[in-house]
């Protein structure tokens, strides 16, 4: 579990120099008609 000083050195941070990020979704899930072309 986090230490409570862990806790206080991320409540004090920075928040402003943290980059923009867009996540990507890597793993998606196969659809019906993937899986049926797959199995043949």
């Known amino acids: 579990m986090f230490e ?12 402003s120099k943290l980059k923009k990020t ?3 979704e890597k793993n998606t899930v196969p659809s ?5 072309a ?3």
């Open 22 to 24: 867009e996540t990507q």
């Open 32 to 36: 019906k008609e993937r899986k049926r």
């Open 4 to 15: 409570k000083s862990d806790v206080a050195e991320i409540e004090k941070s920075d928040k």
């Open 38 to 40: 797959e199995c043949r």
